[in-house]
């Protein structure tokens, strides 16, 4: 039996969707989960090594030893592997329990999903893996119906506002749950994180402009757009904007849109969480936090949702 499969949806549809009704909006703005392009998966992975980025090295510190104590399932399903790193420190620890086990790893790129999985398969002989290509939204539909764990790391919910969070967590409820949540602290390390000093985040965040221009015929000049992060206190996020530096008239997919200077494009939130909104998320979807998992500094939490 072929211990790895590969479900495909499409994609480049929404994208246009996407990008033609966000730049029509006021405020105009582009789901983050369009960053991830294969260059794009390659700058972010950049991103969780910088130093600035406290988030991946933290999470990855409190995954290296806590391990142990999280619980297994027969099928492990994880929304947004990227490309697996932390994901072998858990099956690490899960295949000191059991022998066998059916991985359902969930990403928007292909190569991510190869290039995580691969090295699972030669590392673990009683791996399977039956990996899905899609939008998370897509792959509720895909994801096997019995009861498993679902992975959701790497403070992938703070990209969903409360209402969208609360609807992704009731679509798991008959599952156990690990979420990565990062807490709210010090808006200077948050910014830093946001706005690196070598740069590689505006990269990031540029990239979307280039994948507009390659994939949907676009014609955005990056040198006239600036990343920018700012932080809403009163909405505890940190948000990703590209701002115009110039006025100017871009074409996308035969529709013409004009900016002034200054002008934004919305391009992600990170909201930054208290343990109270998360026990409040939670309840809103139909769990319980069952453990919580922290660094000594209480910047991240680990959170078990039964």
């Keep these: 039996m072929d211990r790895f499969s590969l479900i495909e949806t499409p994609l480049r549809d929404s994208f246009a969707q996407a990008v033609r009704a966000g730049l029509a909006s006021r405020p105009r703005h582009v789901p983050p989960r369009y960053f991830y392009d294969a260059l794009g998966s390659e700058l972010f992975e950049r991103i969780t090594r910088l130093p600035e980025y406290y988030l991946t090295r933290t999470e990855t510190a409190i995954l290296e030893h806590y391990a142990r104590e999280f619980p297994t399932a027969p099928t492990v399903v994880e929304f947004g592997c990227g490309f697996g790193a932390k994901t072998r420190l858990l099956f690490d620890a899960f295949f000191r329990a059991r022998k066998t086990m ?17 090295p699972l398969l030669r590392s673990y002989p009683g791996l399977s893996v039956r990996a899905i290509q899609a939008e998370f939204e897509q792959a509720f539909e895909l994801i096997p119906r019995e009861p498993s764990l679902a992975l959701f790391l790497g403070s992938n919910i703070g990209n ?15 599952r156990r749950a690990l979420v990565g949540f990062d807490m709210q602290k010090d808006e200077q390390v948050l910014l830093a994180a946001y706005n690196d000093a070598e740069g590689v985040t505006a990269q990031f965040n540029l990239n979307l402009l280039a994948r507009i221009n390659r994939e949907l015929g676009g014609d955005f000049d990056l040198a006239q757009w600036d990343h920018l992060a700012i932080y809403d ?5 940190v948000e990703m904007h590209l701002a115009a530096r110039r006025d100017q008239e871009v074409h996308v997919l035969g529709e013409t849109h004009a900016f002034r200077a200054g ?12 343990m109270k909104q998360i026990r409040a998320i939670a309840a809103e979807s139909g769990f319980r936090v069952e453990r919580v998992w922290t660094d000594e500094d209480e910047w991240y939490a680990v959170v078990l949702l039964t």
């Design 102 to 118: 059916t991985y359902v790893p969930i990403d928007i790129s292909r190569r991510a999903l190869e290039e995580a999985t691969a």
């Design 160 to 174: 969903l506002d409360h209402h969208d969070a609360v609807r992704f967590l009731s679509a798991l409820r008959g």
């Design 233 to 237: 206190p009163d909405a505890s996020r």
């Design 263 to 274: 002008q934004r494009i919305h391009t992600e939130n990170s909201y930054k969480y208290s």
